[in-house]
């Protein structure tokens, strides 16, 4: 995806995935600052890390209280900072790392797309307090969800996210657990579907899917969940995390080389790499 956009905008640019652990990520992100990297994308488990090891952080990282793109500056003639990926000449002096989060409006946009949902009024189960799962709940409540119900492994960091949302926005309803209603939507941002043989992300026990209008997988690959699967013949209307994917990475790309983004062509690769088709 990043690859072919950059191609599209004519940029001596390529995107790279590397495995980092955890505990090697502040080492990760100096040794792509002093090798001059325009900038990084970070996934699991390193969203809610980074927030410490950036030297700033860009309002929508403060916001959403998660940093999915790293955007590295130094400065220009004139002592202000600048993108590394929109300068005319290397950079002399001091670098530094910008982080952003591109992944609340990507959500925002890709569920109007892909599932008619908006935001405004919802009622949402929520699957996952982590890094992505709270950027999801603070965008809901920010946005105007009428009530959010929250479910995680560890109970407590449920606890302590419905309590955060309490405190900023406290014209949204949260509960920490399921939900004994219907719901417009569930929204699962555990990492639970990535990998063969995952169960699924809720306890079907506590809550039917059924009573859900719609449910929304952040993951992407495989393309059907067994979550979706399960959604699916359940009646409800159901989406990946693709269109997310691709929003949060065009916005990525605008920000590192400071042009508009071609998301046709970003799709196209995507869904091709994805769905072979």
């Not at 590394?84 to 109007?112: K, M, W």
């Not at 555990?190 to 009573?211: I, M, V, W």
Request: net charge neutral; with cysteine.
């Amino acid at each position: 995806m990043q690859n072919a956009g950059m191609a599209a905008l004519g940029l001596d640019w390529r995107y790279l995935a590397f495995a980092v652990r955890p505990e090697e990520l502040a080492a990760a992100l100096q040794g792509a600052r002093a090798m001059r990297f325009v900038g990084v994308n970070l996934t699991v488990p390193h969203k809610l890390l980074a927030m410490t090891l950036v030297d700033e952080l860009d309002e929508s990282a403060k916001r959403w209280g998660a940093v999915n793109t790293v955007c590295f500056e130094a400065r220009d003639s004139r002592g202000a900072w600048q993108p590394l990926g929109q300068s005319a000449e290397p950079p002399a002096g001091e670098v530094r790392a910008r982080g952003f989060n591109t992944d609340a409006d990507a959500l925002a946009r890709a569920l109007r797309e892909d599932l008619a949902v908006e935001f405004t009024g919802a009622r949402v189960l929520l699957l996952g307090a982590g890094g992505a799962g709270r950027t999801a709940a603070l965008k809901l409540a920010s946005d105007g969800a009428a009530h959010l119900w929250l479910v995680n492994r560890t109970a407590s960091k449920a606890a302590a996210l419905a309590q955060e949302i309490r405190e900023r926005f406290p014209a949204a309803g949260v509960t920490a657990g399921y939900p004994d209603t219907e719901v417009d939507l569930a929204l699962n941002a555990t990492s639970l579907g990535l990998q063969p043989g995952d169960p699924l992300p809720l306890d079907e026990h506590k809550f039917n899917l059924a009573r859900a209008r719609a449910v929304y997988d952040l993951v992407y690959r495989p393309a059907e969940t067994p979550l979706l699967r399960a959604a699916r013949a359940a009646g409800c209307r159901t989406a990946n995390g693709l269109g997310m994917l691709l929003y949060q990475g065009a916005k990525a790309l605008e920000l590192w080389s400071g042009q508009p983004a071609p998301v046709a062509v970003m799709r196209r690769a995507l869904e091709q790499e994805v769905y072979g088709r």
